[in-house]
C-alpha cells in the first residue's frame, strides 16, 4: 500500500512503473504521476472529500478492470461532488469488478444502481451502502452535556429505534429486488454475483478504553448471486451472511447481546 511518500519518490517513481498493474492507495498525487492507462487493478479505501473520481479514470479508467473506491461511513459520511459514478459507463468501461459507496437517503438510489448496472462487463460489485439515518447521524453519541442539550431542543424521544437507521432497510427481501433491478439493467448479461455491505466495515478497535459512537461495530451483509441458477428462478437469490434485520437491534439491547468486541453478533 502506498500512502507516505517522499516527494523525490514521488517525482522519479511513478513515471517508471510501466508495469506496475495493481495499486492500493489514497495518494492522488501518486495516481497522478503514473503512466496513463496502465493499471488494471485500483484499490482506494479511505478519505474520499476533495478526491475527484473523474480525474482519476481520465488517468486510469480505460486499462481498469477491477474498481475499490470507497470510505467507511463513521470516518466520513459526506459525499462531494467529486463523487460522481455517473463517469463510470463512460470513462472505465472494461471493468468487471466494482466496490463502491452507494448513499441512501430514504429511498432505493436506483440512477446509481442502474449506473453501475450498465458497466458492459461487469461480472461482480460490492455495494457498500449507510447504516444510519440522518437524524442519528446528526444525535450526539454518549449521556455528556452536548447529548442531553440535543435531547431537550429535539427531544428524548426523536431518533429511537428503527429511526436511527437509514431506509430502505437492506435485508433479504430488498437486496433481491435490488438484484433484480440491477440484472435487468445489465444489458450484457454478464452480472452474476452482487454482495451489499452496511455500516460499519473498519478493523475493531484493540487500543485503550474508549466511548464507541454509536455505528461501531453495527453491520450487515447480503450475498446476492445468479450463477448456477436457472433463468426462470426467482428464489434463493440473495442469502443474508451477517446481521439479520439489523435494525431491530437496537442500542438499548442489554450487554450480553455483545460479543465484547464491539459487535453485535
Known amino acids: 500500500m502506498i500512502d507516505r511518500l517522499t516527494d523525490e519518490v514521488l517525482e522519479k517513481l511513478p513515471a517508471r512503473l510501466f508495469s506496475l498493474k495493481k495499486l492500493e492507495t489514497t495518494n492522488v498525487s501518486f495516481i497522478d504521476a503514473l503512466p496513463n492507462h496502465t493499471l488494471t487493478h485500483l484499490k482506494w479505501v479511505g478519505n474520499i472529500e476533495g478526491v475527484n473520481l473523474s ?5 486510469q479508467g480505460k486499462s481498469l478492470q477491477s474498481l475499490e473506491f470507497r470510505h467507511n461511513e463513521l470516518e466520513s459520511s459526506i459525499f462531494t461532488s467529486g463523487f460522481d459514478i455517473s463517469v463510470l459507463p463512460k470513462m472505465a468501461r472494461n471493468l468487471t469488478h466494482v466496490g463502491i459507496n452507494i448513499p441512501r437517503n430514504g429511498t432505493w438510489p436506483l ?3 442502474k449506473t453501475v448496472a450498465s458497466l458492459p462487463h461487469l461480472k461482480s460489485a460490492d455495494l457498500w451502502m449507510n447504516l444510519q439515518s440522518e437524524c442519528r447521524r446528526q444525535k450526539p453519541n454518549g449521556h455528556d452535556r452536548i447529548q442531553r442539550d440535543w435531547e431537550r431542543e429535539h427531544g428524548r424521544d426523536v431518533c429511537k429505534d428503527e429511526e436511527q437507521f437509514q431506509q430502505p432497510f437492506v435485508g433479504k427481501e430488498g437486496a433481491e429486488g435490488i438484484f433484480a433491478y440491477m440484472k435487468e439493467h445489465n444489458r450484457v448479461g454478464e452480472l452474476e454475483d452482487v454482495t451489499f455491505w452496511v455500516g460499519d ?3 475493531p478497535w484493540d487500543g485503550p478504553l474508549y466511548f464507541p ?3 461501531e461495530g453495527k453491520s450487515s451483509k447480503v450475498e446476492c448471486t445468479s450463477a448456477g441458477l436457472k433463468t426462470d428462478d426467482t428464489d434463493g437469490k440473495c442469502v443474508v451472511e ?4 439489523y435494525w431491530n437491534w437496537w442500542d438499548e439491547m442489554p450487554q450480553e447481546f455483545y460479543d465484547g468486541m464491539g459487535e453485535w453478533w
Open 111 to 113: 440512477e446509481s444502481l
Open 55 to 59: 480525474n482519476i479514470l481520465n488517468q
Open 201 to 203: 466495515w473498519a478493523r
Open 213 to 215: 459512537v454509536w455505528g
Open 242 to 245: 451477517r446481521g439479520e434485520k
